[in-house]
């Protein structure tokens, strides 16, 4: 049982992301392409329709702004 425990710890753990080295490496690439990158926050609540939509006027507004 401890085996079980331990082997699904392990197999969580591997494949957690780092979402911050991930982003770092999507802005380093899109920097050298002459890439612009937009970002926007995304709620966790509600369905994935109304997430994307959220993400969306997140980002539109964040351009606005700038």
Known sequence: ???KQYAKQYRVSI???SYGRLMETIRSF???L???IEEGQQTIRGS???QAKGIALSAYQS???S
């Open 1 to 3: 049982e401890a085996q």
């Open 15 to 17: 494949h957690q992301w």
């Open 34 to 36: 002459g890439i612009v």
């Open 63 to 65: 351009r606005s702004l």
């Open 48 to 50: 994935p329709q109304e």
């Open 30 to 32: 899109a920097s050298q």
